[in-house]
């Protein structure tokens, strides 16, 4: 069982099984079980999920993929996407001697679209997107380490703008 629905029915059992105490217990107490059952049931959203690749291309070089595959409706924002707006999709790469990075992160082709709300253009991608980072090796097995931050938004909605961290063997 999920520890929320716990929580759920723990309170729910304390309502049921001790009306009086539940009433007069004040509008603090009675506001605060309340949002634990409304917390408890609600759902995480995580329309985007992560996967990582590294593809050799040489004995000296190779491509990092960071793929995005979001959910049917929403859409992250491309790397490119000017200041003023919504959060752009940033990938910063941990520091190594192991390798140096070969100019910036490439991605696909965005979707412009005039947004009232921002007052501008926005560069969007959707459904699943394929990042890619070239790297020189300065040795020939590593780990290429760092964060991904982004933004994630529907037409009607966006949530707050998340980062992860990553790990790539290269081999």
């Not at 520890?3 to 539940?22: D, E, F, Q, V």
């Not at 990092?64 to 959910?71: N, P, Q, V, Y």
């Not at 996407?81 to 990075?101: I, N, R």
């Not at 290429?144 to 992860?164: I, R, Y």
Request: proline share 5%.
């Amino acid at each position: 069982m999920k520890p929320g629905m716990l929580l759920l029915m723990t309170a729910w059992r304390w309502i049921r099984l001790s009306p009086w105490k539940w009433l007069n217990c004040g509008i603090t107490r009675r506001l605060q079980i309340g949002l634990i059952a409304v917390s408890a049931n609600a759902q995480i959203q995580k329309p985007v999920a992560w996967s990582y690749a590294a593809k050799k291309v040489s004995s000296t070089e190779a491509i990092i993929f960071l793929k995005a595959t979001i959910d049917n409706g929403w859409h992250i924002y491309s790397t490119g996407q000017k200041d003023g707006g919504p959060e752009k999709t940033e990938f910063k790469f941990a520091p190594s001697k192991e390798y140096a990075l070969i100019g910036k992160v490439t991605e696909p082709k965005a979707i412009k679209k005039y947004e009232e709300v921002f007052e501008m253009d926005v560069f969007y991608l959707e459904r699943s997107v394929v990042f890619q980072q070239r790297i020189k090796l300065n040795k020939s097995v590593t780990v290429v380490k760092g964060k991904v931050s982004f933004m994630v938004c529907t037409d009607k909605e966006c949530l707050p703008a998340s980062e992860l961290e990553f790990n790539v063997p290269v081999k």
